[in-house]
């Protein structure tokens, strides 16, 4: 497809199981972000990728929190022992050139819910 | 420093009206303001934005007006119709080393009233 496509599109677990969610972005999108967007809450940037490389983490609540990306292309967001409160819609954006000279694509986010 | 701040949380608008949803922030390196629209189970998409060398930008319906003296800008729909009904989400991102960054206001949940 032409879009950004996130899988899974709804993930239900139990607290302390690890997830994996899937970001296939745009061909041709260098840059890939990963969002966190929390009921009633705006969006919480996790982390950006250049290429494969990742030079801001920043966002990523915690050590439980990893992001890889490969062949500059797929992204992988892992959650280790999830929690209550990482319960939340993940949503993950491509872009061609970045924030401040272009567009970011978002797919339509892999909801979480942690029992 | 690198907030932006979205109000109202939640704006109720008849058809027709016109509905604003304002933004501020306090960062003099932001200099790209984009706002996105969302629609309920799809990502946010890019509505229109705005840089600081233009005090209003037009496209059809939707209106960004800029105050860079304030640090205020503002998304006006004229006309708001029920497809408008949305969250409206105002963003900033600055140049430089960090301009890969987009920071995102609280949202703004938006119901046009038939």
């Known amino acids: 497809g032409a879009g950004v496509s996130q899988s899974p599109s709804n993930k239900v677990t139990e607290k302390g199981k690890d997830v994996e969610l899937r970001c296939d972005p745009i061909?041709?999108?260098?840059?890939l972000y990963w969002y966190r967007q929390s009921l009633g809450q705006g969006l919480e940037f996790l982390i950006y990728?250049?290429?494969?490389?990742?030079?801001?983490k920043s966002g990523l609540p915690s050590d439980r929190f990893s992001a890889e990306r490969t062949g500059g292309s797929v992204s992988t967001l892992t959650i280790q022992r999830t929690q209550q409160e990482d319960s939340a819609v993940y949503l993950c954006?491509?872009?061609?050139?970045?924030?401040?000279?272009?567009?970011?694509?978002f797919g339509e986010g892999s909801r979480l819910t942690v029992l | 420093q690198q907030q932006v701040k979205q109000s109202p949380q939640s704006l109720i608008v008849q058809k027709g009206g016109i509905s604003i949803i304002n933004c501020a922030y306090e960062?003099?390196?932001?200099?790209?303001f984009p706002w996105y629209q969302q629609f309920p189970g799809k990502g946010p998409a890019l509505l229109i934005a705005?840089?600081?060398?233009?005090s209003e930008k037009k496209e059809g319906r939707f209106t960004i007006s800029f105050n860079k003296s304030a640090k205020q800008f503002s998304l006006h729909i004229m006309d708001s119709q029920p497809g408008d009904s949305a969250t409206y989400f105002c963003?900033?991102?600055?140049?430089?080393?960090?301009?890969?960054?987009?920071?995102f206001g609280s949202g703004t949940r938006l119901l046009v009233r038939p």
């Open positions: 705005i840089r600081p060398d233009v």
């Open positions: 990728f250049q290429g494969n490389s990742a030079p801001d």
């Open positions: 960062n003099t390196a932001f200099d790209y």
């Open positions: 963003a900033a991102s600055m140049k430089g080393g960090s301009s890969y960054k987009l920071i």
């Open positions: 954006a491509s872009s061609r050139t970045g924030a401040n000279t272009g567009e970011l694509f």
């Open positions: 061909s041709g999108h260098t840059a």
